[in-house]
């Protein structure tokens, strides 16, 4: 059974930095590339970065380029979010998900992050 | 840049009822078109993939159609625990969500 756990949000403030971490289990991880997807607070889905299997591709929505990383350990099956200069528009929930061809099979439990002074 | 208009916002229905929920592409779309389902508190769950493909246990009272631009979910008949808010998605882009809610 596929299973991915999110962790490392937080409260922070405006300017601030956070890494996100998502653990993967019960598929081969290398495999599949990666998304993370966020939901502000009563809002809907929003796309926020995307890594290939190798990690050698990467992909950013306008909103997070220049200041979110997307990277990932394949030897540990985790995927990384790096959110530097962080707004107040950036607070969300932040959904770890695996793709196939873009489509976010299986998505994991959400991590809160909150930017306020 | 895609931007995808789901129709409508909510839609009241009884629980028995037929659900038809859409989504409008501002451009052609011709692959990896899905859909999901979120249910208060909780993830995303994958719906349908490919327009009218099924995921991994999902009842076939879900239907997933369309080409070009439109798309369209139908659930047959809605059952309690259907009463969600649908998004649908393709590539980077998400529509805006349908909330389907108990009349």
């Known amino acids: 059974e596929v299973h991915l756990l999110e962790s490392g949000g937080g409260l922070v403030q405006p300017g601030g930095s956070l890494r996100l971490s998502c653990e993967a289990s019960?598929?081969?991880?290398?495999?599949?590339?990666m998304s993370w997807v966020r939901q502000a607070p009563g809002k809907g889905l929003e796309w926020v970065a995307g890594i290939s299997g190798s990690g050698s591709r990467r992909y950013y929505a306008d909103s997070v380029k220049g200041r979110f990383t997307i990277s990932r350990d394949n030897s540990k099956n985790m995927l990384f979010l790096q959110m530097n200069s962080l707004r107040a528009e950036d607070t969300a929930i932040y959904y770890c998900?695996?793709?196939?061809?873009?489509?976010?099979?299986?998505w994991g439990r959400g991590n809160v992050v909150t930017v306020s002074s | 840049e895609l931007v995808l208009t789901q129709s409508p916002a909510t839609l009241s229905l009884s629980p028995g009822e037929r659900a038809t929920l859409s989504c409008r592409a501002s451009?052609?779309?011709?692959?990896?078109f899905a859909w999901y389902q979120q249910k208060p508190g909780q993830a995303p769950r994958l719906l349908m993939y490919?327009?009218?493909n099924r995921a991994t246990g999902i009842p076939p009272r879900f239907r997933g159609s369309g080409s070009g631009t439109d798309f369209t979910l139908t659930i047959s008949s809605l059952e309690p625990e259907d009463f969600a808010v649908y998004y649908c998605q393709q590539s980077t882009a998400f529509g805006g969500g349908t909330k389907v809610e108990i009349k």
């Open positions: 490919d327009i009218s």
């Open positions: 998900a695996r793709d196939i061809e873009m489509v976010h099979d299986s």
């Open positions: 019960g598929f081969t991880f290398n495999n599949y590339a």
């Open positions: 451009q052609t779309v011709t692959s990896f």
